[in-house]
C-alpha cells in the first residue's frame, strides 16, 4: 500500500529565507505528482503538476522536482514571504489514467515577517 | 466560472442520523472526487466519478458511505447512521481531465 511521508512536519522560518520541503512515497512507481496549498478552512490549491513525462515544474517562486527512481519529491520556495504560510500537501498517482492521488499529511509553513 | 462548491460548509449532527454533503463541480467538468480529511490526517480518497463510467467507490469506508452523482454535474454523498469517527473535513474536487484537480472548501462534519 502507498504510503506519503512528508518532512519536516511543521517549518517556521524568517520572511527572505529559500526553503525545501520533502516527501517520499513508499512505492516509487509514481505516475503524476501534484503539489497543493492548503489555507486554514480552506479547500486545496493546486501549485504544480508534474506530469509522467517531466522531472520538474516551475511557477514562479516555486520549483518542484521528482525523482522516479527513489520516490522522492521536493518543492523549492524561494525568497518566502508570509503569504506562503500554509500547510502543503504533496499527493501522487499510482496508476495511469485512475487519477486517483495518495496525499501526504503535509508541512505546516509559517513565515515570520 | 465559478470554481467547485460545497454545502453544507458546517454540518453538526448526532450520532445514528443520517447526512446529505452536496458538491457542485466546475461546469464541463467530467471528473468528480470525494475526499475526506480527518485531524491529523492525510486526505483519504473516497470515490470518483468519471463521466458515464461506473463509480470508483474503493475508498468508500463502509456501507454506511455512498455517493451519486446526477446528470454528470451535481454530487452528494451520504453518509447513513453517523458515527462520531465520521467526523472530519469532506472534500470534493473536480477535473476537466487535465489531472489537475480543484478543490472545494470543504463540508466540516461534526457528529456528537
Known amino acids: 500500500k502507498q504510503e506519503v511521508t512528508q518532512i519536516p512536519a511543521a517549518l517556521s522560518v524568517p520572511e527572505g529565507e529559500n526553503l525545501v520541503l520533502n516527501c517520499s512515497f513508499t512505492d516509487s512507481a509514481i505516475y503524476n505528482l501534484q503539489w497543493f496549498r492548503q489555507d486554514p478552512g480552506k479547500g486545496l490549491t493546486s501549485l504544480l503538476l508534474?506530469?509522467?513525462?517531466?522531472r520538474e515544474q516551475t511557477s514562479g517562486r516555486l520549483n518542484a522536482s521528482l525523482d522516479k527512481s527513489s520516490g522522492r519529491s521536493t518543492l523549492y520556495i524561494a525568497a518566502s514571504q508570509p503569504g506562503d504560510s500554509a500547510t502543503y500537501l504533496c499527493?501522487?498517482?499510482?496508476?495511469?489514467?485512475?487519477?486517483?492521488?495518495?496525499f501526504g499529511t503535509g508541512t505546516r509553513l509559517k513565515v515570520l515577517a | 466560472g465559478a470554481g467547485v462548491s460545497q454545502s453544507p460548509s458546517n454540518k453538526v449532527t448526532e450520532k445514528g442520523k443520517d447526512v446529505e454533503l452536496r458538491c457542485d463541480p466546475i461546469s464541463g467538468h467530467t471528473a468528480l472526487y470525494w475526499y475526506r480529511q480527518s485531524l491529523g490526517q492525510g486526505l483519504e480518497f473516497l470515490i470518483y466519478f468519471q463521466g458515464n463510467s461506473a463509480p470508483d467507490k474503493s475508498g468508500l469506508p463502509s456501507d454506511r458511505f455512498s455517493a451519486e452523482r446526477t446528470g454528470g454535474s451535481v454530487s452528494t454523498l451520504t453518509i447513513q447512521r453517523t458515527q462520531q469517527e465520521d467526523s472530519a473535513v469532506y472534500l470534493c474536487a473536480s477535473s476537466s481531465g487535465s489531472e489537475t484537480q480543484y478543490f472545494g472548501p470543504g463540508t466540516r462534519l461534526l457528529v456528537l
Open positions: 508534474i506530469q509522467s513525462s517531466q
Open positions: 499527493a501522487g498517482e499510482n496508476t495511469s489514467g485512475t487519477y486517483k492521488y495518495i
